[in-house]
């Protein structure tokens, strides 16, 4: 499986960008799909995770309420839309997948495990 993220740009502040993830191979019901970003000199952190099976989400705390996950299993691409954007949402952005061997929520997995399948990411730069 391998995967492309794309979307990033400059916004402004309280602007809105969407971000895509296509996923080239097989997706399936036990897979998690997820959103992580990097600023400079901090540590890589969570956005948001899906759950393939039931379209199950989680969101770290600094997103909540300003972002959305979803997918479009036709396309093999999930999505993050992010708006009310800040400078602190200044990151490069990575979806990342992992196949487990049954199914768990995207709120247990993603709060306790990573995730093993990355690429490469998206920059996105909020300011004014």
């Known amino acids: 499986v391998q995967l492309q993220a794309s979307g990033g740009g400059l916004a402004q502040p309280g602007g809105s960008l969407r971000l895509s993830c296509v996923v080239s191979g097989f997706i399936g019901n036990y897979h998690v799909i997820g959103w992580f970003r990097q600023a400079p000199g901090k540590e890589r952190e969570g956005v948001s995770c899906?759950?393939?099976?039931?379209?199950?989400?989680y969101y770290w705390d600094s997103v909540k309420g300003r972002s959305t996950i979803s997918r479009d299993n036709a396309k093999n691409t999930v999505y993050l839309q992010m708006d009310n954007l800040k400078a602190e949402d200044t990151a490069v952005y990575y979806c990342a997948t992992v196949r487990l061997a049954r199914y768990y929520s995207a709120r247990y997995y993603c709060s306790r495990h990573r995730l093993t399948n990355w690429g490469k990411g998206t920059q996105v730069t909020v300011s004014s």
């Open positions: 899906l759950s393939n099976r039931d379209g199950d989400t």
